[in-house]
């Protein structure tokens, strides 16, 4: 604690270079690994209420999980092969 009390009163950062844009709180590189996290927590909260709430096996859900993302590919595939079908590269 004094440590950082110090750090601030005696102006050390001022001494520190500034983190760049591509690291910054609002730039597309922090804000997709914040979208990843607030995926995790859901998924997280989604195995609990399926195997504590409705007594689903682990391995129920882990089956589950795995169909929806293989559901989920193929439907981005679907999506990506629409979409490029309509254009001349």
Not at 49 to 58: D, S
């Amino acid at each position: 604690k004094a440590a950082f009390i110090n750090f601030i009163s005696d102006e050390e950062w001022k001494s520190i270079e500034p983190v760049s844009s591509w690291f910054g709180p609002s730039s597309f590189l922090m804000s997709s690994m914040s979208a990843l996290f607030k995926l995790s927590m859901w998924i997280r909260h989604g195995h609990g209420y399926l195997t504590e709430n409705l007594g689903i096996l682990v391995w129920g859900f882990y089956a589950v999980f795995g169909l929806a993302t293989l559901f989920l590919a193929m439907v981005l595939g679907l999506v990506s092969e629409v979409l490029g079908a309509d254009c001349d590269f």
